[in-house]
């Protein structure tokens, strides 16, 4: 609908405000997703008579006074629990991510965003007091759910509401999170008692709950669902912000109403029908796994890896920090193919190299580095799958997509403790997969510069005579 952006501006007073209370979000989605490198660390322990495994070890407290491999003994044969929380922590969120995505479509965005918010700060608290680690791991796959909603419809607020500078602002989404990852360092190193830990990063949540008030709806929402008035009031009220004219935007909306003919949508059984559309998905689906399985699952590992694990934490976070903007100018001025297919080589190189290096400061740089390269993957993939896609089918691609991204995070804290194989078991695990996706990223077609498809037919052309459909055209991306 450019009609909005043509009435409130592309990016003004106004969607930087929007910017400001929807990005802090994501910190909190930060701490939930990550929590798990201080709420489950390796334990230090031995048992009487020199035993390898017993019911009543004794823990070394001398950096963690309580986690939850302490309290319920989540060693030896248990050991795998404190990978299964994560897990389900994972599949709470690609549950969130699905359903909150459809209560947004259907209720609107302010409401999804809001109940989503108050389901995290509620379960998030919860999660602290539980007495035992199977009701603590059904909570906390509750707040997945909350976590997977909070970053999916949050998303999408913002990039219903900006124009133009979409894949800018797209890639400054990331930031918040990246900010959170290294706060979280700061908690746990402060912080060494697992109860307190969850309570602490949940109770910063609760400033959130301002969105009750403040959060506006998406304008775009409104007009979807014929919502014509309140869509008016508040096109002219962001217009007014951001000193644009309000004079003809009820007559303007209302001849957009009467003229706009419904595009017929697709399903996600569209994306598979025909030959070119279905290979585009499958190797786009496996694009965000493996960025998934590859992020969450080196974090893991890296913080443990070597050194202090504070200092460990704060780098990586940093190097990943710095991706965000060092992806923002190549999205503007390198093909989005190319982009993904280096970006992939690099992270799958830094990582099997950590597997043939002695565990060190640089084994460490290298997975830093890695991280760097897979964040890469992460923005470039959110606008590449959006431009690659038509749009009677873009949410049922993303959505696709998502799901599989789910997946990869909760294959990946099993596959970070296979350094008890050999310590070159998880590198080679996780530096093998970015290579694969490189491979199959060479099968995509070029989206930079094309103009955005519409419908199936024209999905299924694409890619095979893109010389004849290079455009001036800004990219325009969205989740649902």
């Known amino acids: 609908m450019a009609i909005i952006n043509g009435l409130i501006g592309d990016f003004g007073k106004y969607h930087l405000w929007l910017c400001f209370i929807i990005f802090p979000n994501k910190l909190g989605a930060a701490f939930h997703q990550m929590s798990i490198i201080f709420l489950a660390p390796p334990p230090v322990y031995y048992c009487p008579n020199n035993k390898s495994c017993c019911d009543e070890p004794v823990y070394d407290k001398s950096q963690y006074k309580r986690t939850i491999v302490m309290e319920w003994n989540l060693i030896c044969g248990n050991a795998w629990l404190k990978d299964l929380t994560q897990m389900a922590f994972q599949f709470g969120v690609l549950s969130g991510s699905l359903l909150f995505g459809i209560a947004s479509d259907k209720y609107g965005r302010r409401p999804a965003l809001i109940v989503s918010i108050v389901l995290e700060v509620f379960s998030g608290i919860v999660t602290s007091f539980l007495p035992d680690f199977w009701s603590f791991t059904i909570v906390r796959m509750f707040l997945g759910a909350s976590v997977g909603g909070v970053m999916v419809v949050g998303f999408v607020i913002v990039m219903e509401y900006v124009g133009k ?50 959060l506006p709806e998406s304008p775009r929402w409104l007009l979807a669902k014929q919502k014509t008035t309140a869509a008016i009031q508040l096109l002219e009220h962001v217009a007014k912000i951001n000193n644009k004219p309000v004079d003809e935007i009820a007559l303007k909306v209302e001849l957009y109403q009467l003229e706009h003919i419904r595009q017929k949508r697709g399903s996600f059984i569209d994306l ?34 070597a050194g202090d694990v504070y200092v460990n934490v704060i780098a990586s976070g940093t190097v990943i920090f710095m991706s965000c ?111 694969i996706a490189a491979a199959l990223g060479l099968l995509l077609p070029e989206t930079k510069d094309c103009q955005l498809m519409l419908t199936i037919e024209e999905g299924e052309a694409f890619g095979r005579n893109q010389s004849s459909r290079r455009t001036e055209n800004n990219a325009s991306i969205g989740i649902t």
Request: charged share 10%.
């Open 272 to 305: 598979f029908r025909t030959p070119n559309l279905r290979k585009n998905i499958l190797v786009m689906s496996f694009t965000w796994l493996v960025c998934s399985y590859c992020f969450y699952g080196v974090t893991y590992y890296i913080s443990h890896l």
């Open 325 to 435: 903007f060092i992806a923002m100018p190549l999205i503007k001025f390198m093909k989005r193919r190319t982009l993904l297919v280096m970006s992939h080589v690099l992270s799958g190189f830094c990582l099997l190299t950590i597997a043939v290096m002695p565990v060190g400061r640089i084994s460490v740089g290298f997975g830093c580095l890695g991280l760097l390269f897979t964040q890469m993957v992460f923005i470039i993939s959110y606008l590449y799958c959006s431009e690659m896609f038509p749009t009677v089918v873009h949410n049922a691609a993303v959505g696709i997509c998502s799901m599989m991204a789910r997946l990869g995070s909760m294959l990946a804290p099993f596959v970070a403790d296979f350094g008890e194989f050999g310590e070159w078991c998880p590198p080679v695990a996780f530096g093998i997969m970015p290579i």
């Open 165 to 214: 500078c979409r894949d800018m602002v797209a890639a400054a989404y990331h930031v918040p999170f990246t900010v959170g990852y290294m706060l979280l360092a700061l908690f746990g190193y402060y912080i060494r008692d697992y109860v307190i830990l969850q309570l602490s990063i949940s109770l910063v949540n609760i400033v959130l709950l301002v969105y009750i008030c403040i």
